[in-house]
């Protein structure tokens, strides 16, 4: 009997803010405990909360960005329970007006329906010196929840992969799970084909893109063999234990009514005018999925490029420098995709924050791309500019490394190798390739890698012939 599996997200988003929610202290991370605080965010009594202009922007671009419905009215709610990092007893929410509605993103092959994305607080957090560390409470968030659209981890992935491009490029959050500035919770159901939504289990923040991968592909294998078994689905809070690559139960789900939520009465209406909203659309960066058909269909890219140069802010902005001077955008697409990467890899740097020195990069590229260098060479000095800021002529000029253009010594050179190679002479009329590009092979040799090799496929052939 075939089984079908529903997945819809909660993806709570970290705002870049430099301040809290509700008040102003500073919303960073990695500060020493408990100095980021106030009596608002403490939830001490007599304090009142303020809104967050800027937050509130930053979700009504990343509604335009999703496709959604901006609320023009602006209502806050309180969601009540008790956890010992919610200093409140209460969470400042959007519950029953979120600010946007009804969105979607598109993936490669289907639309994924987004129902809401709302604002609210961000709770305290277990401290390391301290029992709670209170820097994180009050921190402005985003609730971003989806349809139950997703039938397997490989949309999941693909969707927050485009999810996170977005909210980058729009610099609503820098999406750093490690960090807590991204969290995902999946809720999952599976029934049989043809019947109504299963029954479902929420996986509570999970930390990276492989643990939801494998959370998922866990959780639909345990649901499938509790049906088979003819065995009851439990509604219930689960967490994934990365050690084991299994859910584990946490508590029983809670529902609506546990959280009795009512309006925040601190808190008035907001009115957000249509001149606010259209400010925020016309300074609307392009979109992602904009770029991606422009390197498609314009540039000619393929789409693990397209994939490495939308990887982050800070790498776009590399290519789409370079490629204003530079016309082969293909090859510019190439060295980030396949050069940077590999260095980036190999050296563990962190290429969000990476300083590329454009104008050596655009320097070298130009040199190689008139053929005053071999690929050897322009991959090595490209090494050497990423990792120790070398200034790329000076260290060519230095060490020698352009290639030859003198004819006359390139043929000898050539005459000198046939000469000691007489036998693959032979065997290439007699059709054998291999004996040619050893005869390559050998000439690079000799010339110590620095000719074109074009300029020798020519002379090889001119001489054997």
């Known amino acids: 009997m075939e089984y079908k599996t529903n997945i819809g997200l909660e993806v709570h988003i970290e705002l870049l803010t430099k301040e809290k929610m509700f008040c102003s202290c500073k919303a960073s991370f990695g500060d020493i405990e408990n100095t980021n605080?106030?009596?608002?965010c403490l939830g001490l009594p007599g304090a009142l909360p303020v809104p967050n202009k800027k937050a509130i922007e930053l979700a009504i671009k990343t509604g335009l960005a999703t496709n959604c419905?901006?609320?023009?009215?602006?209502i806050f709610d309180r969601k009540n329970y008790f956890y010992k990092d919610l200093p409140k007893g209460y969470q400042i929410t959007q519950f029953f007006k979120p600010i946007c509605k009804n969105g979607y993103i598109n993936l490669e092959n289907k639309k994924i329906n987004i129902k809401e994305?709302?604002?609210e607080e961000d709770a305290g957090k277990i401290g390391k010196s301290s029992p709670i560390d209170y820097n994180r409470a009050g921190v402005p968030l985003l609730e971003l929840v989806t349809e139950?659209?997703?039938?397997?981890?490989n949309e999941v992935i693909e969707f927050l992969n485009l999810l996170k491009e977005i909210l980058m490029f729009c610099d609503v959050s820098d999406c750093k799970i490690q960090e807590g500035s991204m969290r995902v919770d999946i809720n999952l159901s599976v029934r049989k084909e043809n019947e109504s939504l299963g029954k479902r289990t929420e996986i509570k923040n999970v930390g990276s893109f492989k643990s939801i991968k494998n959370a998922i592909d866990f959780e639909t294998k345990r649901h499938i063999s509790l049906l088979k078994e003819g065995n009851k689905i439990n509604i219930e809070t689960r967490r994934f234990d990365e050690n084991i690559n299994e859910t584990l139960f946490m508590r029983n789900k809670e529902t609506i009514s546990d959280y009795c939520y009512f309006k925040e009465i601190d808190i008035s209406p907001i009115n957000i005018s249509k001149d606010f909203i259209n400010s925020i659309k016309n300074n609307m960066p392009i979109l992602p999925n904009e770029k991606r058909e422009i390197y498609k269909n314009k540039y000619d890219l393929n789409k693990n490029e397209i994939n490495a140069i939308l990887c982050c802010k800070n790498i776009n902005n590399l290519f789409e420098t370079l490629i204003k001077n530079i016309d082969n955008k293909k090859e510019v697409a190439n060295l980030i995709a396949i050069n940077l990467f590999k260095i980036v890899n190999e050296n563990n740097l962190d290429i969000e924050k990476f300083n590329f020195n454009i104008n050596y990069i655009e320097n070298l590229l130009k040199l190689f791309l008139v053929?005053?260098?071999s690929r050897?060479?322009?991959k090595d000095v490209f090494y050497e500019i990423i990792?120790?800021?070398i200034e790329p002529i000076s260290f060519i000029e230095k060490h020698n490394l352009y290639l030859t253009t003198d004819i006359n010594f390139i043929e000898s050179t050539i005459l000198k190798v046939l000469e000691e190679n007489k036998k693959s002479i032979i065997d290439y009329k007699a059709g054998k390739e291999k004996s040619f590009k050893y005869l390559i092979g050998q000439c690079m040799k000799s010339l110590k890698g620095k000719c074109d090799v074009n300029i020798?496929?020519?002379l090889l052939l001119k001489n054997i012939n």
């Open 376 to 378: 050897d060479t322009y």
């Open 69 to 74: 419905t901006i609320d023009r009215k602006i």
């Open 117 to 119: 994305i709302h604002i």
């Open 387 to 389: 990792i120790n800021d």
């Open 371 to 373: 053929n005053k260098i």
């Open 37 to 40: 605080v106030c009596p608002v």
């Open 456 to 458: 020798i496929k020519d």
């Open 148 to 153: 139950p659209d997703f039938e397997n981890a």
